[in-house]
């Protein structure tokens, strides 16, 4: 029998096994709080109690950031583990932590060694595996009730294992399962040890319907309480009687598992009842098959955007180095969303920020391994990817709302070393012509680098420098570390000094009052503060507070956070136990936790940094976040390094310290649609590479890319040659000025998808699959991408090339430049793209807001608007505008604000507003083209009043200039 055949038998054997008993013997999920009596009434109320902090601090962080909460961060050190076990279900635990039917719990037995016949009937693609440890041999996993058989692998990252899991294998069987309208709960009970230390024997298994398009299950410890990410999330908003769902949740009692089933279309969408499930103290191991090998997400990881399914294994565990292939990065992102053979989508969340290894194989399957917490996965139904990030960032936090002037060009680099060698390269990128709105400084601008300083010799005036560029409508963004240096003399320095007093350094231990002591950038050592810590927040402040009172800086860039120590540990090591040593440590670098890191036994507020080391640059995010509010009265801005879901919420990111070369340029384009997929829009990297010396061919063409990042910045190493672009001579200069310039033309449009991302979780920058999920030719596109669902990005990513090739989806596509039609759809194309020219593609059926471009944000923000409508082979097209004043926290909430919709249908455009409420700027239309008009156009008027304009018949573009129409009253332009 070929592999082929086997994967078919396996299939239809688990499908039989799945549908064979009959409707009453299907849990399905159902709760109906109607049916509840009063006393389960009364105990939700009472638990509602309990829980209000932290549901509290969610609605706080997602819609207010309201003042009286500045200073408290109190929902990081609720013990989310004591609130576990009185969260709100209809299946909860008695006061003594044991279900109410009670359960005889034996020692369990080894797992009956398999018979060849279970295990020749596992081919390799469905082998799941069961001794993941360096030392497995065939007697040890023999031991453990598995399957030997050495193979020849075929994937440079992970091989088919040797030892792997028989087609019967199970651990725990179900008991006590419950069901009611809402949810489906039940026990697993342990039946064979899994040769693994502290194997958990009482699992409680939940699932919620929390909404029709999303499902919560939750596996946890029953009889002691386990951590959980101390992080919030947004309950459902309103509570719907009845449920319509679209997804089935099934368990079998006969297998361990359980299977998520879209109700539409009959697809498993999620299905653990194979692979071994296991879930000892710090070993976690769950297995679902996939529908289809379509896989994107799961993160911080260089890759491409479709993963292959060839045995690849990503681990998070955030770590400070450069970006390579088979590497733990910057961030954790334990989300993917799967593509379905039918176009349909779904993504799932793994809500766990403990470290661990996601290894996918091309059953297609794949398997979540960490080595502390619980289960809480969240499954969205989508169907489209749109819906599914949507879905995702209502759960999480939608993104944050820039400030108008981060949508400009940054520069910056590691080196400059003086105030005055600042001012010479931003000088000279002024001059140039080159549109430039904010300028940053890396460690150098500090006093001894150490944070909240900077240097009075090599920056003398920086606090006049800055306000200088702040009275020509730029803006300073300098970095800020988290360290602390800790080897001052008592008062040299107060951010020491008052982190002491506030006891907001993470300790060396559980049992120690001591800071826990490393070393990053500081000259001697240095401490953490600890974010999760009920001072932490007003400590921040105050630093800040006192920061900008000597340097007014319009926002911070907060790197090192993940968080990053030259020592491995302490100084002088990290002790012995099963924190630092776990029984199966992921496979991150070096293959040591604490490599370049804390150790995981340091202590802080919400627990070990064993279980929130992930979480380290989020909450940093967090308390950075409150504290330019604050401090700022304004929007604030943060780019961070470290990243958690819900990141997106509070701040940025870029992708850390990339290569100067061709391939880091080409996988920047993943790593930007993969954080917009994770709900964190505002993301870039650096433009022209930060380690390795670039080149004028290279910069030229990042240039042009990193002009279409959502997060636009030009950053080097300080051991490089400058890169900014005069520095690399004219062809760069052009390039820089000729891409830069389309950029700032296209604010309106790039400032309302950000709004769209912070109101609906839409993604800013996105794959051409999100637009076209019916296309399988999108699925793997990575070398192109689209903002919004409107404009297409073409860069050249190879050396030398003069020209670069597109694939064009279904439908019209206008070129950007001409306004030429490209192409009508379904069709690969070789387009002509000199050095200094990025291809643009406009989609028929969008009509795009422009504004004409100058220096800065501020000056582009005076000129009037323009609209750009490409007609669809209907020949109609839609559009938006949200304008405020770009810079105030509650311009939306507080109706300040002024939005319009823009339709075309037949031989007229409207222009429509919905909503005016900021009058400090007019909304002058200045000019229309209006692109794909089929028909010859002899008169054209402005609400009934003729205007001038122009038409060319050969490329059927009409052009109408020197307007001064007020949109916010309503404009019909018409034409015959």
Same mark, same amino acid.
């Given at each position: 029998?070929?592999?082929?055949?086997?994967?078919?038998?396996?299939?239809?054997?688990?499908?039989?096994?799945?549908?064979?008993?009959?409707?009453?013997?299907?849990?399905?999920?159902?709760?109906?709080?109607?049916?509840?009596?009063?006393?389960?009434?009364?105990?939700?109320?009472?638990?509602?109690?309990?829980?209000?902090?932290?549901?509290?601090?969610?609605?706080?962080?997602?819609?207010?950031?309201?003042?009286?909460?500045?200073?408290?961060?109190?929902?990081?050190?609720?013990?989310?583990?004591?609130?576990?076990?009185?969260?709100?279900?209809?299946?909860?635990?008695?006061?003594?932590?044991?279900?109410?039917?009670?359960?005889?719990?034996?020692?369990?037995?080894?797992?009956?060694?398999?018979?060849?016949?279970?295990?020749?009937?596992?081919?390799?693609?469905?082998?799941?595996?069961?001794?993941? +440890?360096?030392?497995?041999?065939?007697?040890?996993?023999?031991?453990?009730?598995?399957?030997?058989?050495?193979?020849?692998?075929?994937?440079?990252?992970?091989?088919?294992?040797?030892?792997?899991?028989? @087609?019967?294998?199970?651990?725990?069987?179900?008991?006590?399962?419950?069901?009611?309208?809402?949810?489906?709960?039940?026990?697993?009970?342990?039946?064979?040890?899994?040769?693994?230390?502290?194997?958990?024997?009482?699992?409680?298994?939940?699932?919620?319907? *929390?909404?029709?398009?999303?499902?919560?299950?939750?596996?946890?410890?029953?009889?002691?309480?386990? !951590?959980?990410?101390?992080?919030?999330?947004?309950?459902?908003?309103?509570?719907?009687?009845?449920?319509?769902?679209?997804?089935?949740?099934?368990?079998?009692?006969?297998?361990?598992?359980?299977?998520?089933?879209?109700? =539409?279309?009959?697809?498993?969408?999620?299905?653990?009842?194979?692979?071994?499930?296991?879930?000892?103290?710090?070993?976690?191991?769950?297995?679902?098959?996939?529908?289809?090998?379509?896989?994107?997400?799961?993160?911080?990881?260089?890759?491409?955007?479709?993963?292959?399914?060839?045995?690849?294994?990503?681990?998070?565990?955030?770590?400070?180095?450069?970006?390579?292939?088979?590497?733990?990065?910057?961030?954790?992102?334990?989300? !993917?969303?799967?593509? *379905?053979?039918?176009?349909?989508?779904?993504?799932?969340?793994?809500?766990?920020?403990?470290?661990?290894?996601?290894?996918?194989?091309?059953?297609? =399957?794949?398997?979540?391994?960490?080595?502390?917490?619980?289960?809480?996965?969240?499954?969205?139904?989508?169907?489209?990817?749109?819906?599914?990030?949507?879905?995702?960032?209502?759960?999480?936090?939608?993104?944050?709302?820039?400030?108008?002037?981060?949508?400009?060009?940054?520069?910056?680099?590691?080196?400059?070393?003086?105030?005055?060698?600042?001012?010479?390269?931003?000088?000279?990128?002024?001059?140039?012509?080159?549109?430039?709105?904010?300028?940053?400084?890396?460690?150098?601008?500090?006093?001894?680098?150490?944070?909240?300083?900077?240097?009075?010799?090599?920056?003398?005036?920086?606090?006049?420098?800055?306000?200088?560029?702040?009275?020509?409508?730029?803006?300073?963004?300098?970095?800020?570390?988290?360290?602390?240096?800790?080897?001052?003399?008592?008062?040299?320095?107060?951010? !020491?000094?008052?982190?002491?007093?506030?006891?907001?350094?993470?300790?060396?231990?559980?049992?120690?009052?001591?800071?826990?002591?490393?070393?990053?950038?500081?000259?001697?050592?240095?401490?953490?503060?600890?974010?999760?810590?009920?001072?932490?927040?007003?400590?921040?402040?105050?630093?800040?507070?006192?920061?900008?009172?000597?340097?007014?800086?319009?926002?911070?860039?907060?790197?090192?956070?993940?968080?990053?120590?030259?020592?491995?540990?302490?100084?002088?090591?990290?002790?012995?136990?099963?924190?630092?040593?776990?029984?199966?440590?992921?496979?991150?670098?070096?293959?040591?936790?604490?490599?370049?890191?804390?150790?995981?036994?340091?202590?802080?507020?919400?627990?070990?940094?064993?279980?929130?080391?992930?979480? !380290?640059?989020?909450?940093?995010?967090?308390?950075?976040?409150?504290?330019?509010?604050?401090?700022?009265?304004?929007?604030?801005?943060?780019?961070?390094?470290?990243?958690?879901?819900?990141?997106?919420?509070?701040?940025?990111?870029?992708?850390?310290?990339?290569?100067?070369?061709?391939?880091?340029?080409?996988?920047?384009?993943?790593?930007?649609?993969?954080?917009?997929?994770?709900?964190?829009?505002?993301?870039?990297?650096?433009?022209?590479?930060?380690?390795?010396?670039?080149? =004028?061919?290279?910069?030229?063409?990042?240039?042009?890319?990193?002009?279409?990042?959502?997060? @636009?910045?030009?950053?080097?190493?300080?051991?490089?040659?400058?890169?900014?672009?005069?520095?690399?001579?004219?062809?760069?200069?052009?390039?820089?000025?000729?891409?830069?310039?389309?950029?700032?033309?296209?604010?309106?449009? +790039?400032?309302?998808?950000?709004?769209?991302?912070?109101?609906?979780?839409?993604?800013?920058?996105?794959?051409?699959?999100?637009?076209?999920?019916?296309?399988?030719?999108?699925?793997?596109?990575?070398?192109?991408?689209?903002?919004?669902?409107?404009?297409?990005?073409?860069?050249?990513?190879?050396?030398?090339?003069?020209?670069?090739?597109?694939?064009?989806?279904?439908?019209?596509?206008?070129?950007?430049?001409?306004?030429?039609?490209?192409?009508?759809?379904? *069709?690969?194309?070789?387009?002509?793209?000199?050095?200094?020219?990025?291809?643009?593609?406009?989609?028929?059926?969008?009509?795009?807001?422009?504004?004409?471009?100058?220096?800065?944000?501020?000056?582009?923000?005076?000129?009037?608007?323009?609209?750009?409508?490409?007609?669809?082979?209907?020949?109609?097209?839609?559009?938006? +505008?949200?304008?405020?004043?770009?810079?105030?926290?509650?311009?939306?909430?507080?109706?300040?604000?002024?939005? +319009?919709?823009?339709?075309? @249908?037949?031989?007229?455009? *409207?222009?429509?507003?919905?909503?005016?409420?900021?009058?400090?700027?007019?909304?002058?239309?200045?000019?229309?083209?209006?692109?794909?008009?089929?028909?010859?156009?002899?008169?054209?008027?402005?609400?009934?009043?003729?205007?001038?304009?122009?038409?060319?018949?050969?490329?059927?573009?009409?052009?109408?200039?020197?307007?001064?129409?007020?949109?916010?009253?309503?404009?019909?332009?018409?034409?015959?």
């Amino acid at each position: 029998m070929d592999d082929a055949s086997k994967i078919e038998k396996h299939l239809l054997v688990q499908s039989k096994n799945l549908d064979s008993f009959n409707d009453t013997s299907i849990y399905t999920m159902h709760w109906n709080l109607r049916q509840r009596d009063r006393n389960t009434v009364a105990r939700k109320i009472i638990i509602c109690g309990l829980s209000l902090a932290f549901l509290l601090l969610a609605l706080i962080i997602l819609r207010a950031f309201g003042k009286s909460f500045l200073c408290d961060n109190s929902y990081l050190n609720s013990n989310w583990n004591e609130i576990h076990a009185e969260f709100d279900s209809p299946f909860r635990l008695n006061s003594q932590g044991s279900s109410d039917i009670a359960l005889e719990l034996k020692t369990p037995l080894p797992h009956p060694k398999p018979s060849s016949e279970v295990c020749y009937d596992v081919p390799e693609e469905l082998r799941f595996d069961c001794f993941p +440890l360096s030392n497995a041999s065939e007697d040890k996993c023999s031991e453990r009730g598995c399957c030997w058989k050495s193979t020849i692998s075929s994937s440079p990252d992970l091989g088919v294992p040797f030892c792997y899991y028989p @087609s019967n294998y199970g651990l725990y069987k179900w008991d006590n399962i419950s069901q009611n309208e809402r949810g489906v709960a039940g026990n697993l009970v342990l039946k064979y040890s899994s040769g693994y230390v502290d194997d958990i024997l009482n699992l409680g298994v939940e699932a919620f319907f *929390e909404t029709n398009y999303r499902l919560r299950i939750k596996i946890y410890d029953r009889e002691n309480r386990r !951590y959980e990410p101390p992080v919030p999330v947004t309950e459902p908003k309103d509570f719907v009687e009845e449920l319509s769902t679209e997804y089935e949740f099934k368990i079998d009692p006969k297998k361990t598992g359980f299977v998520v089933k879209r109700r =539409a279309t009959g697809e498993i969408i999620f299905d653990t009842t194979t692979g071994g499930f296991t879930f000892a103290n710090q070993f976690l191991q769950i297995s679902s098959l996939l529908p289809s090998p379509y896989l994107y997400g799961i993160g911080e990881q260089q890759d491409t955007l479709l993963h292959s399914t060839n045995w690849k294994q990503f681990s998070l565990f955030a770590h400070d180095g450069v970006p390579a292939d088979h590497m733990n990065l910057y961030g954790s992102h334990p989300f !993917y969303l799967v593509m *379905e053979n039918n176009g349909m989508s779904h993504g799932v969340f793994l809500k766990n920020s403990d470290p661990m290894d996601i290894i996918i194989q091309p059953a297609p =399957a794949i398997t979540f391994r960490t080595i502390g917490g619980i289960f809480d996965f969240y499954i969205f139904l989508g169907p489209k990817p749109g819906d599914v990030v949507s879905q995702y960032t209502e759960l999480i936090g939608r993104p944050f709302m820039p400030p108008f002037w981060s949508l400009g060009y940054h520069q910056c680099r590691f080196g400059y070393n003086t105030l005055n060698r600042t001012k010479e390269i931003m000088g000279r990128t002024r001059d140039a012509g080159i549109p430039f709105d904010v300028q940053w400084v890396d460690i150098d601008y500090m006093d001894k680098r150490r944070d909240f300083t900077y240097d009075k010799d090599n920056y003398f005036g920086l606090p006049d420098f800055v306000k200088a560029l702040q009275l020509v409508g730029m803006h300073f963004i300098p970095i800020m570390d988290p360290g602390i240096s800790n080897a001052d003399s008592n008062g040299a320095y107060p951010p !020491y000094d008052e982190g002491l007093e506030m006891n907001v350094f993470i300790k060396k231990n559980k049992n120690s009052a001591e800071p826990f002591e490393g070393k990053v950038w500081n000259p001697v050592s240095t401490v953490w503060p600890d974010f999760t810590h009920p001072n932490a927040t007003e400590y921040w402040i105050n630093q800040i507070r006192r920061f900008v009172e000597e340097v007014p800086i319009d926002g911070l860039w907060i790197d090192m956070n993940e968080p990053a120590n030259f020592y491995n540990g302490a100084k002088e090591g990290c002790p012995d136990n099963s924190l630092e040593n776990p029984p199966y440590t992921p496979r991150v670098v070096d293959g040591h936790l604490q490599h370049k890191t804390l150790c995981m036994s340091a202590q802080q507020y919400a627990g070990a940094h064993y279980d929130v080391h992930n979480l !380290y640059g989020f909450t940093e995010t967090i308390a950075t976040n409150f504290a330019l509010t604050e401090v700022l009265k304004r929007r604030p801005f943060i780019i961070s390094r470290s990243t958690y879901p819900g990141q997106g919420h509070f701040g940025g990111h870029w992708t850390g310290d990339v290569r100067s070369d061709w391939g880091d340029m080409k996988k920047s384009i993943s790593a930007i649609l993969n954080f917009n997929m994770f709900g964190i829009p505002m993301v870039g990297a650096d433009i022209c590479g930060f380690v390795q010396n670039t080149t =004028a061919d290279l910069c030229t063409r990042w240039m042009e890319l990193g002009a279409f990042y959502p997060f @636009s910045r030009n950053h080097n190493s300080d051991d490089t040659i400058d890169q900014d672009p005069v520095a690399l001579g004219p062809d760069v200069v052009e390039a820089a000025k000729n891409s830069l310039l389309i950029r700032y033309s296209l604010l309106p449009y +790039l400032y309302t998808l950000f709004w769209r991302a912070n109101q609906y979780g839409e993604t800013v920058a996105r794959p051409l699959f999100f637009e076209f999920p019916d296309d399988r030719s999108t699925y793997g596109i990575d070398v192109q991408f689209l903002w919004g669902s409107s404009l297409m990005i073409i860069p050249v990513l190879d050396p030398l090339e003069q020209v670069v090739t597109a694939y064009f989806p279904k439908g019209l596509w206008y070129d950007y430049e001409t306004f030429k039609l490209m192409s009508e759809g379904e *069709e690969i194309m070789d387009l002509e793209s000199p050095s200094g020219k990025i291809r643009l593609a406009i989609r028929g059926g969008s009509i795009i807001p422009t504004q004409s471009p100058n220096v800065t944000t501020a000056r582009t923000r005076l000129s009037p608007f323009e609209l750009i409508a490409a007609l669809d082979e209907e020949q109609k097209a839609c559009g938006s +505008l949200y304008w405020d004043d770009g810079i105030s926290i509650d311009s939306f909430m507080s109706g300040k604000y002024n939005y +319009l919709e823009f339709s075309s @249908s037949g031989s007229a455009l *409207e222009i429509s507003p919905k909503k005016i409420g900021y009058f400090d700027e007019h909304l002058k239309l200045g000019s229309v083209r209006i692109l794909g008009i089929q028909s010859d156009v002899v008169n054209v008027s402005l609400n009934g009043g003729k205007v001038d304009f122009t038409y060319s018949k050969p490329d059927k573009v009409l052009i109408v200039d020197n307007l001064s129409a007020n949109m916010s009253d309503g404009i019909t332009i018409s034409w015959h």
